[in-house]
């Protein structure tokens, strides 16, 4: 690819293509060496961790939990196998996906259901596999909109006069509204903090496993070259 070249065309390719250039912009820019696509997947998992401490979050309720959850997906997933495979970044995009899947379901808003499809077209871009997020991501869309299960439905009637209601109400609810605004800017503070610690301590501990992996690898292929002489 860096001499002009075109996977499928050129030569063979075993995936869609999208993997292969990426890994080729990274070469181009930090050099070419087998080392280059592994940093590439280490910017991936960093970049895949709020989107799983998100979606974490959500299902449990609690920062802690959600924070253990993370941690737990980090160190028993990229670990064990730390090679740049499209497999990951299948995974990767999915989450993503999902946590706007997610937000499309609580709001309703139309960018979120295109981040969701660029992420399905990204990861069928890296490894056709990427349908199967996309198959589930329709399921959910006409499963959300057979139920309801967005929070903006349409307005039914009786919704002016219990509109007309709330108005009436509203200056006493000021008060009460500004005490739980600025709670919530506390408490989103110290969410942000908890995901930036989480983050941090993921990469850490990932980091460790691999480098163990990886001496244990070359550990045990240097007593089979030992035994082989």
Request: aromatic content about 8%; charged content about 15%; overall charge negative.
């Amino acid at each position: 690819i860096l001499r002009g070249e075109v996977p499928h065309r050129d030569f063979d390719a075993m995936y869609t293509g999208l993997l292969e250039y990426m890994h080729a912009g990274a070469m181009a820019l930090v050099g070419v060496d087998l080392l280059t696509p592994r940093l590439l997947f280490l910017l991936a998992v960093i970049l895949w961790i709020p989107a799983m401490w998100s979606l974490a979050h959500r299902l449990v309720g609690s920062p802690g939990a959600a924070t253990f959850l993370t941690l737990l997906a980090v160190t028993m997933g990229p670990p064990n196998y730390p090679a740049a495979m499209p497999s990951w970044y299948n995974l990767f995009l999915a989450t993503w996906g999902l946590w706007a899947l997610v937000r499309w379901s609580g709001d309703g808003r139309g960018r979120w259901l295109v981040t969701a499809g660029v992420c399905g077209g990204l990861s069928i871009l890296v490894k056709v596999a990427g349908l199967f997020f996309v198959a589930g991501a329709l399921f959910f869309v006409l499963h959300a909109e057979a139920d309801g299960v967005r929070e903006n439905r349409t307005p039914v009637e009786g919704d002016d006069a219990r509109d007309a209601e709330g108005e009436a109400d509203a200056p006493r609810d000021a008060d009460a509204l500004t005490e739980r605004t600025h709670e919530t800017g506390g408490s989103a503070v110290g969410t942000r903090v908890n995901l930036l610690a989480t983050a941090a301590l993921s990469v850490v501990l990932m980091l460790v496993l691999m480098e163990t992996f990886l001496v244990r690898s070359q550990m045990g292929a240097s007593d089979r070259k030992s035994t082989r002489l």
